[in-house]
């Protein structure tokens, strides 16, 4: 009944096939007021974003509160109508496919939730949370499930005796073990994970990301990986794209963007990242004031009003994001093709 | 470069009296203060960073009771005094910021009047002298527009505006002894880098003492001048930031610096060093050291018995048995 753990190949040639593509994507949520509860206004908390993920990568989509990183995860997942774009994945195009055409495709796609108190049923116990998904997509008899539930959670290190014991009998750590058991158990080619690590300790937070790292490795997942840790982003992803009030910034490779950051946002962004190390004295760049409502963005590029460079031309029109070389790409009007970038001050 | 001693913790315990016994949140605590020195208090959740600090102005709540210890300000034992004579203190020579700027500011004053509650509680002016003196602390952290924003209520304002209120309202009697618990936490990256800026310049106008708590290494790194790392209610190592980053000899202290992600190594994708298994229950504390169930080097003497804060190097103190000797060969096993 179940297959052994998908084994895929992740040379250079497989690395390149997409797995997921995304295309001018926007997700506006109503503002109602009046009345009759009519829209008087929307937020854009993701404005025309479009990247690929790549088949074996860890893709990372990092972003201060309110950058739209979330939304662009559970819209993608269709877990949120998406307001206009497309998402294709593995060359289908779900944009429009309703909850039940979904379905089918959801053994292939997870994800994994940050608040490991919220996101698991507080009246079912562990064994029952983590057999659900077989059960719903009717994998096995209730036998097999139970088989599989325990075998997956040694796979994520709970031990099985752990079965008959709910969700508050376990602490921080181990409840994001129980959120990944659930997020694997139907050997998903795909796993959204959104922040899995931001609410626990530093000692805990490294067991769950070495989990994460392993997984992906036995499993030959696919991980969106959403988190506003650029340090721990840098440790995990191959690529990462950066976000700025619904919009993409910059989208490079790891070592390539924390080398060569072009995005002026990138740049502040990377440069306050505090270093645990005393004798590190580094320039910061801090930028002044704090992120634009998403309701009412600043008109051309969203980024302007922080800014140190910005110029006239930014508040007319907002740049286009484009491969500057070698899959490098930027939102930015004064940086070039080859990476060359015109930056001056604002007088 | 002696410099006079502002506050001194000895032996510090607060225990909370609950139905399934008594849990030690602070257990024996020493730490020194020096004027305008910045000591970074650094530890996991529930290791008692918080309580410590709160007990410190005697702020804790039922069930929670200090049980024993001395706390000297200024050479006078601030558990030996009164209520009245603490209120004193509060706010105008010890003054606290906290984690979250929403729920410690009162959502139902404007930013001018908790700022000037403070000045007019704590200092010798009347009411218009005060509002001025509440505008230029309001310039001083940052806050654009400030006689605009005097009349502006929390919720009008951004979570790193409302940090940079709350340092106002803390910094406007000039204390001597400023505790941040956790003041950036719930702030973005590069509002904290803002805030974290503002802190250290103003540190150095006002030439205050902060005793800085955080989860963050990072943090300490950047702000601290000596740290201190808690466990379970006690302190495990305690010296100068340099050492406890270049020359960590407590095994949690390694274990924790270690397993947070570096933006300087090479080695990315692989495993993170971690510390294994999880903090035990505060009500069913292990025998011995607190830390041996999760410590590599854990020998008989470990389990048996918990071992003192002992200076091993001119600065450097640790609590434990079989201290790290030397970080760079630990690091190749």
Redesign the interface.
């Known amino acids: 009944m179940f297959q052994p753990h998908r084994k895929r190949q992740g040379g250079i040639e497989k690395m390149k096939k997409s797995i997921l593509e995304v295309k001018n994507l926007k997700k506006y949520f109503p503002v109602v007021g009046g009345v009759f509860s009519k829209p008087i206004a929307w937020v854009k908390a993701v404005d025309d974003i479009s990247f690929n993920i790549f088949e074996g990568e860890t893709f990372s989509l990092v972003g201060e509160s309110g950058s739209g990183k979330t939304t662009t995860g559970k819209t993608i997942l269709k877990l949120l109508e998406p307001t206009a774009g497309q998402i294709i994945a593995e060359d289908i195009d779900i944009t429009n496919y309703s909850a039940s055409e979904m379905r089918p495709l959801r053994r292939d796609m997870q994800i994994i939730f940050q608040d490991p108190y919220g996101s698991l049923n507080p009246r079912l116990p562990v064994g029952e949370i983590i057999r659900e998904p077989l059960f719903v997509h009717r994998v096995g008899n209730k036998k097999e499930q139970e088989e599989k539930a325990i075998e997956t959670m040694k796979v994520v290190g709970l031990r099985p005796e752990y079965l008959r014991r709910y969700p508050h009998e376990f602490s921080g750590g181990q409840r994001q073990r129980i959120g990944i058991a659930r997020a694997i158990v139907l050997n998903p080619k795909f796993i959204v994970a959104d922040e899995p690590v931001s609410a626990l300790d530093a000692s805990i937070q490294s067991q769950v990301l070495n989990l994460l790292m392993d997984l992906q490795q036995k499993l030959s997942l696919t991980y969106l990986f959403i988190a506003h840790n650029l340090a721990v982003v840098r440790h995990v992803s191959d690529r990462i794209g950066v976000m700025y009030l619904g919009k993409l910034m910059e989208i490079a490779n790891t070592q390539e963007l924390f080398n060569n950051p072009l995005h002026p946002y990138t740049q502040a962004l990377l440069s306050a990242i505090p270093i645990p190390d005393p004798e590190i004295k580094k320039e910061r760049i801090i930028l002044a004031g704090d992120i634009p409502s998403p309701i009412n963005p600043p008109s051309g590029c969203v980024f302007r009003t922080r800014c140190i460079y910005a110029k006239d031309i930014c508040a007319e029109k907002m740049p286009q994001l484009v491969d500057i070389g070698s899959g490098h790409f930027t939102a930015c009007h004064f940086v070039k093709k080859g990476g060359k970038t015109e930056f001056t001050k604002k007088s | 470069m002696k410099k006079e001693l502002l506050l001194e913790i000895k032996d510090l315990k607060t225990y909370f009296y609950t139905d399934t016994g008594i849990v030690k949140a602070v257990d024996g605590i020493n730490l020194k203060l020096h004027k305008s020195e910045v000591l970074g208090l650094v530890g ?2 529930g290791c008692g960073k918080s309580v410590a600090s709160l007990s410190i102005l005697r702020l804790v709540d039922q069930p929670g009771k200090n049980a024993g210890g001395e706390v000297i300000f200024k050479g006078e034992d601030l558990l030996k005094k009164s209520e009245e004579e603490m209120r004193k203190i509060r706010g105008s020579e010890i003054a606290m910021i906290f984690q979250e700027p929403m729920t410690a500011l009162n959502p139902v004053y404007t930013i001018g009047n908790q700022v000037m509650e403070a000045i007019l509680i704590h200092q010798d002016v009347n009411e218009e002298e005060a509002k001025k003196k509440t505008v230029k602390m309001l310039e001083l952290v940052g806050i654009p527009d400030p006689e605009k924003r005097f009349n502006e209520y929390p919720h009008e304002m ?1 979570g ?2 409302r940090q940079r209120a709350m340092i106002a309202m803390a910094l406007s009697c000039n204390p001597d002894l400023l505790i941040s618990d956790e003041a950036t936490t719930a702030l ?7 805030i ?2 503002l802190m250290k310049d103003l540190q150095k106008k006002i030439e205050a003492a902060i005793l800085f708590i955080t ?8 702000m ?1 001048d000596t740290v201190a790392v808690a466990y379970m209610g006690k302190i495990v190592e305690y010296s100068s ?2 050492n406890i ?2 020359d960590p000899r407590h095994p949690y202290t390694y ?3 270690k ?6 190594t090479k080695k ?2 692989q ?5 294994e298994g ?1 903090i035990p229950s505060p009500h069913n504390m292990p025998k011995g050291c607190y830390f041996h169930p999760r410590c590599p080097f854990a020998t008989d003497i470990c389990r048996k018995q918990m071992p003192e804060l002992k200076e091993i190097k001119p600065g450097h103190l640790v609590r434990c048995f079989n201290p790290i000797e030397n970080a760079k060969e630990v690091s190749k096993k």
């Open positions: 996991e959740s951004s790193g505006m973005d990256v590069t509002i904290q880098a803002q974290l800026e989860h963050d290494l990072a943090l300490v790194a950047e601290a930031v340099k980053f270049k274990g924790l610096l397993s947070i992600p570096s933006l300087i990315t994708k495993p993170l060093l971690a510390i999880m």
